[in-house]
């Protein structure tokens, strides 16, 4: 079968081998064939070569961590030929730590967990792939062409359960949410914050394109501009691009008992001049909360599913820009200017 691979840590190594071998049988009970994988940020470095690592004994890793197929086979009965499902990426770790032990493996606190695509597990980016039925999150039919959203959207429905668990410490009234970076985490989180019945603005570079609309297509307003020149203060930020001005711009601009989630990563290397005695008195003295966040567990996949069940089917499918076929694979890995999904098609 076909399958996109990389040589970890090997720069430019993408190739589509033609003879994969099928999944072994210990990699899950539910035999699954591949619709289509999304392409993000992490695929690109990981073909950059900095970072990822093969399954124990290969030399070689199937990347594709966003997934969406059918079921072809599931011998415990737990889902049915036919199902649309994806397969959840991160794995507990084999110790496990306190964390991984009841079903919180974004919480792993020794890293020791793999991930399908990226750490020590093939990825979703061949013909057929296998899982355990408790990794395999089943999705509604009306999400076949747009159910491959689903991974990143469970990385913002992590964003909102922790950033509403924090706000909850106190009488918490949020009305205005921030999010920082139009890029498709940008736009989920933007997507579920209205879903909450919040005023939602979002911040971008991008002057023309996709993104304004897409915003506007929320009922959310858009905006070009610095951070600091924003007239109002958030309730809650999502900050999504990792640029370090912005990440520190919106710890300031965070209104009083706001709340700011990390969800991008910095590249670092970077250093800027910053007043760190004002950004921490302004943090102390108005009670503002600043967290990271990555990934999430199957309480965030399931709680995505139904957030894209609910979504406008055709603003979902404006996400996706591009939907390249498997055998032009190496045109999906390649960004354009425009693009804010791609999609690798394997089957229809």
Same mark, same amino acid.
């Given at each position: 079968?076909? @399958? ?20 072994? /049988? ?13 392409? !993000? ?9 900095? *970072? ?8 070689? #890793? ?5 997934? #969406?197929?059918?079921?072809? +086979? ?9 199902? =649309? ?7 507990? +770790?084999?110790?496990? !730590?306190?964390? !991984? ?11 020791? *967990?793999?991930?399908?695509?990226? $750490?020590? =597990? ?15 999150? $089943? #999705? ?17 429905? $992590? ?15 949020? &009305?205005? %949410? ?11 989180? @933007? ?19 996709? $993104? ?5 297509? #929320?009922?959310?307003? *858009?905006?070009?501009?610095? %951070? ?11 900050? !999504? ?51 990271? /966040? ?9 709680? @995505? ?7 406008? &089917?055709?603003?979902?499918? /404006? ?9 032009? *694979? ?17 089957? /229809?």
């Amino acid at each position: 079968m076909r @399958a996109v691979t990389v040589k970890p840590g090997q720069a430019n190594s993408l190739s589509l081998v033609e003879d994969q071998p099928e999944p072994a /049988s210990e990699e899950g009970a539910v035999l699954v064939e591949a619709l289509a994988v999304g392409i !993000c940020g992490t695929d690109h470095e990981i073909i950059a070569g900095d *970072y990822g690592e093969a399954p124990p004994g290969a030399d070689r #890793l199937v990347i594709g961590h966003e997934s #969406l197929g059918r079921v072809l +086979d599931d011998p415990t009965g737990t889902l049915q030929p036919g199902d =649309l499902v994806a397969g959840i990426v991160r794995h507990p +770790d084999p110790v496990p !730590c306190p964390n !991984c032990a009841v079903g919180e493996w974004d919480m792993c606190r020794n890293g020791r *967990y793999t991930e399908h695509g990226i $750490k020590a =597990l093939p990825g979703f980016a061949r013909d057929r792939w296998r899982i355990e039925p408790e990794f395999a999150v $089943k #999705l509604d039919p009306a999400l076949a062409q747009v159910g491959v959203l689903l991974e990143p959207t469970s990385v913002v429905a $992590k964003a909102w359960d922790h950033i509403e668990r924090i706000g909850h410490r106190a009488e918490w009234q949020p &009305q205005t %949410v921030l999010v920082t970076g139009a890029g498709p985490i940008g736009l989920l989180a @933007a997507l579920l914050g209205a879903q909450r019945g919040l005023t939602v603005h979002v911040l971008d570079r991008a002057t023309d394109g996709p $993104k304004p609309e897409l915003v506007a297509g #929320l009922g959310a307003t *858009y905006h070009a501009v610095p %951070v600091n020149d924003l007239p109002f203060e958030p309730d809650v930020v999502i900050e !999504c691009t990792g640029a370090p001005t912005v990440v520190l711009d919106v710890m300031c601009k965070a209104a009083p008992n706001g709340i700011v989630c990390l969800a991008g990563v910095s590249s670092g290397g970077r250093s800027i001049d910053f007043d760190a005695g004002a950004l921490n008195r302004a943090l102390v003295l108005e009670n503002n909360v600043v967290f990271g /966040s990555v990934n999430a567990n199957r309480r965030h996949w399931n709680m @995505a599913a139904q957030a894209l069940t609910r979504a406008d &089917q055709v603003w979902l499918s /404006s996400l996706i820009t591009r939907r390249v076929p498997v055998n032009r *694979y190496a045109d999906a890995y390649t960004a354009g200017p425009d693009d804010i999904k791609v999609v690798l098609e394997f089957a /229809s």
